[in-house]
């Protein structure tokens, strides 16, 4: 994407009204103004919530919001460039129900009050192998998720990553959460559905690799005194340690537990 191009999409995030940018300072030491009041104050109503957390490009908060007009949909992401997109396509639909705040993940009690949330999306967020503190599936952030999800909020988790989908499971079975779905190979499970079916950017990366995609969700249903599990999870190899992916050329190239 060409500098000038960015720019003009920045200026134009700026414009649109479903699309939150708080300044850093406005968040890091108070609360934004819209916490615990986005549905009467913001969409006007009093529907549940729902986010989508590194939402990239908003495939799923744009997608659910078209599929399910009772519910509000907000696609959060540090990355405006990328977020554009899923704003002006909302716009363009003209979807009432879906927006956009652009944050760090790490801030996001400052905007969503006790209780506000129904459920959280996950979508192909980084596995972070090197980093516990960092994986959004870690004890560390399902305790500030817990923090403004309904009691026993669900968690949807989507990856391409083997690490992370091992890991999330492990930390749900040691602290009992309840796991509502577990597809390790989600497209040749028979489970697809309009949902499920909805394709992100990343996915249909991964998916041109021959990536079996999976599907993990479960209930914060024992918030209190999350712990990490002590298990060791064979990692990618095809995941950098660091925030990129390389995906190998070919099938053949990729760790045989990841071909088809
Ligand atoms: C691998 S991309 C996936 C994007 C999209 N969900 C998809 O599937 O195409 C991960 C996204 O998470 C965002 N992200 C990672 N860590 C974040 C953080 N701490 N706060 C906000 N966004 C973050 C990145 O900016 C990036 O857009």
């Known amino acids: 994407m060409s500098k000038k191009n960015k720019l003009q999409r920045f200026a134009e995030m700026e414009a649109f009204p479903h699309v939150i940018q708080a300044d850093f300072e406005e968040v890091f030491q108070k609360d934004y103004r819209l916490k615990g009041r986005w549905a009467k104050d913001f969409f006007g109503n009093d529907k549940p919530l729902v986010l989508e957390l590194g939402c990239g490009k908003g495939e799923y908060t744009v997608g659910l919001a078209r599929q399910f007009p009772d519910k509000n949909f907000i696609g959060i992401d540090i990355k405006g460039?990328?977020?554009?997109?899923?704003?002006?396509?909302?716009?363009?639909?003209?979807?009432?129900?879906?927006?956009?705040?652009?944050?760090?993940?790490?801030?996001?009690?400052?905007?969503?009050?006790?209780?506000?949330?129904?459920?959280?999306?996950?979508?192909?967020?980084?596995?972070?192998?090197?980093?516990?503190?960092?994986?959004?599936?870690?004890?560390r952030f399902l305790q500030l998720y817990a923090g403004f999800l309904k009691p026993g909020g669900l968690l949807h988790l989507k990856t391409d990553s083997r690490f992370l989908y091992s890991y999330t499971r492990e930390v749900a079975r040691h602290n009992k959460l309840t796991i509502v779905n577990d597809y390790?190979?989600?497209?040749?499970?028979?489970?697809?559905?309009?949902?499920?079916?909805?394709?992100?950017?990343?996915?249909?990366?991964?998916?041109?690799?021959?990536?079996?995609?999976?599907?993990?969700?479960?209930?914060?249903d024992h918030p209190a005194g999350l712990q990490e599990p002590e298990v060791d999870i064979p990692r990618d190899s095809y995941h950098n340690a660091g925030r990129s992916v390389k995906l190998y050329e070919n099938d053949q190239e990729a760790p045989a537990d990841l071909r088809e």
């Open 81 to 139: 460039a990328r977020m554009h997109k899923g704003a002006e396509q909302a716009l363009k639909e003209g979807l009432k129900n879906a927006a956009f705040v652009r944050t760090r993940i790490e801030l996001i009690a400052s905007f969503f009050g006790k209780g506000e949330v129904d459920e959280l999306w996950l979508t192909f967020p980084d596995p972070q192998m090197n980093k516990t503190r960092k994986r959004l599936t870690s004890c």
């Open 184 to 220: 390790d190979d989600l497209y040749h499970s028979g489970l697809e559905d309009e949902i499920l079916g909805i394709r992100t950017y990343y996915e249909e990366r991964f998916m041109a690799h021959n990536l079996p995609i999976k599907y993990f969700s479960f209930l914060l």
